[in-house]
């Protein structure tokens, strides 16, 4: 999950950036709200997490170009501000959710996870496709019951294509979700990571699940036989579809 923090307090973002990276998000930060709206406008993130009081902008006048602009990427609101009126001003604006300072950690994991979840249209933190399911709390994955073992890179690959079946994600999508444009390596990387993925999901028995989009990246498909309506993500969304092969 690639995270977008929003607070000009360098100190507060850096200790909440760690957290988060711990919990295996990827977070980008910006202390500006003109800022966060360009990057909102040209990257694909899956949660904001936005302090009402920054620098340059109030963090309701974030929200409202945000959601002006069609960008419908959930926002939730971590700020030290506590008056209802503050919460309601900011749900009015388009925020998703709104928790205050001082928090907890474990909180706000579970907070960006179920907004994110709801977002993609997930009820439950249990994701199945096929016989495998995806649990995004543990950070695991079975197969008809039984645990498949995955490094971080392989895991990460699979929950993204998992949260957005029937999506095509660009490499350039899968770069940014593992490395968040640090020390990114070449593109082709993705190509080695795909195919010891869809060999560990074969030998169990999860059948060919990703299939290749040429020219365009890949795709997580439920039936490996069944023609697949392709949607565009975010990161391509100008992209004309093309032929859907498994490889």
Not at 48 to 73: F, K, P, Q, S
Not at 87 to 112: N, Q
Request: hydrophobic content about 45%; proline content about 4%; glycine content about 6%.
């Amino acid at each position: 999950m690639r995270i977008l923090l929003v607070d000009s307090d360098q100190s507060a973002a850096t200790t909440l950036s760690q957290i988060l990276r711990t919990a295996s998000f990827t977070v980008d930060h910006t202390p500006s709200g003109e800022e966060a709206i360009e990057m909102l406008r040209h990257y694909d993130y899956d949660v904001v997490v936005l302090e009402l009081m920054l620098n340059d902008l109030e963090g309701y006048e974030v929200i409202r170009r945000a959601r002006a602009a069609r960008i419908t990427t959930p926002i939730l609101v971590l700020s030290a501000l506590l008056r209802p009126q503050a919460k309601i001003r900011a749900f009015s604006m388009g925020a998703d959710d709104y928790m205050t300072k001082p928090y907890d950690a474990g909180e706000l994991v579970a907070r960006l996870q179920a907004v994110m979840r709801r977002s993609r249209g997930f009820a439950e933190p249990k994701l199945r496709v096929g016989n495998l399911e995806l649990d995004l709390n543990g950070k695991n994955v079975t197969v008809d019951g039984a645990p498949l073992h995955l490094t971080g890179k392989e895991y990460a690959i699979l929950e993204l294509l998992v949260i957005r079946k029937g999506s095509v994600l660009t490499k350039d999508a899968f770069l940014n979700h593992l490395y968040g444009g640090i020390d990114e390596p070449e593109m082709k990387i993705i190509d080695v990571f795909i195919c010891k993925l869809r060999r560990k999901l074969q030998n169990v028995g999860a059948g060919n699940l990703i299939a290749t989009v040429w020219g365009r990246g890949y795709i997580l498909r439920e039936d490996d036989t069944a023609e697949i309506p392709v949607t565009t993500d975010a990161t391509s969304r100008n992209s004309v579809p093309a032929a859907v092969t498994a490889v």
